[in-house]
């Protein structure tokens, strides 16, 4: 009897696939590199439908034709390297799927390569992390469909289920699954940054207890901010830290790391001209946390306010944090998916809209209760310019904006940094204002650069003489 799929990558995230494939009836070959993993995978399987490899040729070779492969492999070269190593022992019309992290672009170049020798591509992204891969994670494939449609039985049976429907849907062509997931990840940035940043505000100016936040989010996440990260920041703020009692909040190192989706979430966009600012500022807080040396030496030179700041009703300002971190988050997720949107256009690559969203809404790491007000909004006006003007977002947004202004105000005069609350203001307050200070901006270029200009009034491109 042939194995029906085969996963290569036994790490954290590639074991969990396979566990998740053979709880689901599957019968998975295994295989990796280095024999370690798999000897570590095999103590975990007794009794399930798991068999390893060791020779990739006997890998392939025990795979029921046409052959099905995923790779959870490190993204970069090391997926050329299995690729090519994979190539001669496979026929026309066997199917490769990437179920790392790669750049979309990468994964457009290898799709063309094999689809030249007749192999079937599949640029898959998966979020949700270990957990998620073990017990269904939210998955975008991106490729043929018609490639697609043959893996679709074993890849939305693994998926998260929702209402009983699978968080995985096909995505559109080449590397466009991989795209998704690659902003959803720049959303993701963005979001963690907009809980931090509320975090601090309750914790620096109202002067609450980690208890007390705790309490506070857990609150949250009954509402309308309800979501997996939230969800999540309440049990961080809850453990203690085993050697010294403390919050093991207190504990952790201020210094934040990142694999580069977020980077290049931020590069495509600036690329083609995609306003991004609330996840690129997200990225930036990353960066200038890395530099803790440097802080802490700064800290003991340069002086924030010098200005005694009254006592807050907390009551009051912890529905005004509220307010600011809801709108901070629809801004944010407007500016995702508008990158979705204009870079669907600029490939032809018809991304849906409405089923990202829901696919978004069990597994992912972004999983938020209003990813349903998203896609309702995407399946009745598929062609909408904003998520900001949508009806809902846009009430929402008027009754919550007072909040996000009266905290970003007190968090200045108290020297509490807010860069993506910041940003989500500046980035409303720009989009809602017809008339621009892009006039003055343009008739500097033209100045010193003889750039030109259009008139408001008049058609036509004009250059004028300013000297």
Wanted: with cysteine; aromatic share 10%.
């Amino acid at each position: 009897m042939h194995n029906t799929i085969g996963v290569i990558g036994l790490g954290v995230m590639g074991s969990n696939i396979a566990l998740n494939m053979a709880s689901k009836g599957e019968q998975v070959a295994v295989y990796n590199y280095t024999r370690d993993l798999t000897d570590k995978l095999v103590e975990k399987i007794e009794g399930q439908s798991l068999h390893p490899y060791y020779e990739i040729q006997e890998f392939v070779q025990s795979l029921e034709v046409p052959r099905k492969i995923f790779l959870m492999v490190t993204a970069g070269k090391p997926i050329d390297s299995v690729i090519s190593a994979l190539v001669p022992h496979l026929e026309a019309r066997d199917i490769i799927m990437d179920g790392g992290n790669s750049h979309y672009e990468d994964t457009e170049r290898r799709y063309e390569e094999l689809k030249s020798q007749g192999i079937g591509y599949l640029g898959i992204g998966i979020s949700g992390g270990e957990v998620g891969a073990l017990n269904g994670p939210s998955i975008m494939p991106g490729g043929d469909q018609d490639v697609y449609n043959k893996v679709a039985p074993i890849l939305t049976k693994i998926a998260a289920q929702v209402d009983n429907d699978p968080c995985c849907a096909y995505m559109g062509p080449k590397g466009s699954g991989h795209f998704v997931k690659m902003v959803h990840n720049g959303i993701e940035y963005a979001d963690m940054q907009l809980i931090a940043e509320a975090y601090t505000f309750l914790r620096k100016r109202l002067d609450l207890s980690v208890d007390e936040i705790a309490d506070i989010f857990e609150t949250w996440n009954q509402g309308e901010l309800k979501s997996y990260l939230i969800e999540i920041t309440a049990e961080i703020l809850r453990k203690k830290d085993e050697i010294t009692g403390l919050p093991l909040i207190d504990v952790i190192l201020d210094k934040t790391g990142q694999k580069g989706t977020g980077k290049w979430t931020s590069m495509q966009a600036i690329d083609n001209g995609i306003p991004s600012s609330i996840i690129t500022e997200s990225l930036f807080a990353r960066y200038i946390s890395s530099l803790k040396e440097e802080r802490v030496h700064a800290e003991s030179i340069l002086t924030g306010p010098e200005m005694d700041q009254p006592t807050l009703d907390k009551d009051l300002w912890m529905e005004y944090i509220r307010q600011a971190l809801y709108m901070g988050k629809i801004c944010a997720y407007a500016q995702g998916f508008t990158q979705y949107k204009m870079t669907s256009e600029l490939y032809g690559w018809d991304l849906p809209l409405k089923d990202i969203a829901l696919i978004f809404r069990g597994g992912c790491i972004i999983r938020a209760e209003f990813l349903n007000v998203i896609s309702e909004t995407y399946q009745s006006q598929p062609n909408l310019a904003n998520l900001l003007v949508a009806p809902y977002f846009a009430e929402k947004i008027k009754a919550y904006q007072i909040g996000l202004r009266k905290v970003l105000c007190e968090g200045i005069n108290s020297g509490i940094s807010s860069p993506c609350l910041s940003s989500s203001l500046t980035y409303y307050d720009n989009y809602r204002t017809g008339m621009s200070n892009a006039n003055l901006l343009q008739a500097q270029r033209d100045y010193f650069g003889a750039h030109t200009y259009e008139r408001s009034d008049l058609a036509g491109i004009f250059h004028t003489n300013w000297q």
